[in-house]
């Protein structure tokens, strides 16, 4: 995790819902395949897999909104200007953000509790979430769900240490997702706005 206060990087909308849909395939195996997994990582993965179609919806939604600027004759502006652009973008890099929490939280609940590692606490993970730090950026390879392999994780698993971990990040994806539906539901009503009205 980086130390610094470095800037996540921009990552295209639509390979941020992709990254959430495997996340929650990944999360959702090792949920399926442990007895002691507790309601917080199947509250988790229910907020991952919301969040990720959430996005993707969006993203549907700006791209035909782009169209009908173009298309019709009602619509001359898009609906979200550069503001509210910027405002699905940060909501969507939070999502991402707390995906690769996620995966690093997990992988790392798979290894022994006397390993010599930086501990991912609760305290880290606010500030990370709250400076908008890049994660992952130590890693030798991209963060990604390949990492939450059953057999790398699984038999050693300290659900009591990822328990407090994971439901802070369910709870962050709580509020991303209303913002993200709140935006969806801002593009139908101005979408309608522009339908109902008359031909010039």
């Known amino acids: 995790m980086a130390e610094s206060a470095k800037p996540a990087p921009a990552v295209p909308l639509p390979a941020i819902a992709a990254f959430g849909t495997r996340l929650a395939t990944a999360l959702d195996t090792l949920f399926c395949l442990s007895k002691s997994a507790g309601d917080h990582l199947s509250d988790a993965i229910y907020n991952v897999q919301a969040t990720s179609a959430a996005m993707r919806q969006l993203h549907g939604m700006l791209e035909a909104d782009n169209i009908a600027v173009l298309a019709s004759q009602h619509q001359k502006t898009p609906i979200f200007k550069d503001a509210g652009l910027a405002e699905i973008d ?111």
């Open 90 to 200: 940060a909501l969507a890099a939070k999502c991402h953000t707390i995906y690769k929490l996620m995966i690093l939280i997990t992988r790392q609940a798979g290894e022994p509790e006397d390993k010599e590692e930086s501990d991912i606490d609760l305290g880290k993970m606010r500030l990370v979430l709250n400076r908008n730090e890049a994660v992952g950026e130590d890693e030798p390879m991209p963060i990604d769900s390949h990492m939450l392999r059953p057999l790398n994780v699984l038999r050693k698993i300290r659900w009591d240490w990822l328990e407090p971990r994971m439901k802070y990040c369910n709870q962050q994806l709580v509020w991303l997702k209303l913002g993200l539906l709140l935006n969806m539901q801002v593009c139908e009503l101005g979408h309608r706005r522009y339908v109902s009205r008359p031909a010039p």
